[in-house]
């Protein structure tokens, strides 16, 4: 069984920073496409970031373009999405997803493991 576990969301004014980390476990992810969504109060969930399984390649929503980066840790099991920045509209609760694919994936149906979320709450 896989595990997906985020951490490091919290309180941050807008314009702040914030490091959220996704740790996987129960199979080696170095073959594993990576993601993160997000959900904001009374919207649907929402693509904002993927990485390749060996970290070469990324890809952005447009919104979070020059901000937000995701990376892979040198294990490869854990991924990181750091985010700067911050704006007020997005707060919400940010999922890490996991697939056995070499490509980037952008949509949630092509991801097949979630992680529960960790609530990001951006104030003005």
């Known amino acids: 069984q896989v595990q997906l576990v985020e951490s490091g969301g919290g309180l941050v004014q807008a314009g702040g920073s914030l490091r959220l980390s996704c740790a996987a476990s129960?199979?080696?992810?170095?073959?594993?496409?990576m993601g993160w969504f997000r959900q904001a109060p009374g919207k649907e969930r929402e693509f904002v970031t993927a990485i390749n399984m060996n970290g070469g390649s990324t890809y952005y929503a447009d919104s979070v373009k020059g901000r937000f980066t995701i990376s892979r840790g040198n294990g490869k099991n854990t991924v990181f999405l750091q985010m700067n920045s911050l704006r007020t509209e997005e707060t919400g609760v940010y999922y890490c997803?996991?697939?056995?694919?070499?490509?980037?994936?952008?949509?949630?149906?092509?991801?097949?493991?979630w992680g529960q979320g960790t609530q990001v709450t951006v104030s003005p």
């Open positions: 129960g199979r080696t992810f170095s073959n594993y496409a």
């Open positions: 997803a996991a697939a056995l694919s070499r490509g980037i994936l952008k949509l949630q149906d092509e991801y097949d493991y």
